[in-house]
């Protein structure tokens, strides 16, 4: 049995220094000031195995999602009916579907990437997404990127 994947908000002053600081390289390493993750973690004070094992978990967090576009990326099992299965869920939290890439399955498994954008009326992101992961046959659901 996997263990679900839970989100929480916390104020900053409550927030681990070191997670801290790999939210801050990641900011570095998107804004292009720095090219490498080496040059990033130096300039904030942080291990490489540190950032690496952490970067995955922490992303700052944005009041105004709605209208945003979130990619998730996922394995799933070569199942039919199970990409749509994953598509009525997302309709059913009403965010909209803006692009779909799956890769042809290898071994049973495909990889997937889902752009949705976030309405007003969309439901629970986080709810939505540990829908996703306890979904039979879908593994390793991830927020890939926010815009």
């Known amino acids: 049995m996997t263990e679900s994947t839970q989100y929480y908000i916390i104020k900053k002053k409550a927030v681990p220094e070191v997670l801290l600081k790999v939210v801050e ?3 570095l390493l998107d ?11 130096e300039e904030v004070g942080l291990s490489r195995s540190s950032f690496y094992k952490y970067k995955d978990d922490i992303m700052p967090f ?3 999602t709605q209208g945003r576009t979130i990619t998730l990326t996922f394995q799933m099992d070569d ?3 199970l990409l749509s299965d994953v598509l009525k869920l997302i309709a059913e939290y009403k965010a909209n579907i803006l692009t779909i890439h799956q890769s042809i399955p290898i071994g049973g498994i495909a990889s997937l990437s889902i752009s949705v954008q976030v309405l007003k009326d969309t439901g629970d992101v986080s709810e939505m997404i540990e829908s996703m992961e306890n979904k039979s046959g879908v ?3 991830k927020i890939l990127a926010k815009e």
């Open 62 to 64: 944005h009041d105004d």
């Open 25 to 27: 390289a990641k900011r």
């Open 31 to 41: 804004t292009e000031k720095v090219l490498t993750v080496q040059d990033a973690v």
């Open 79 to 81: 199942i039919p009916g």
């Open 139 to 141: 593994h390793h659901v």
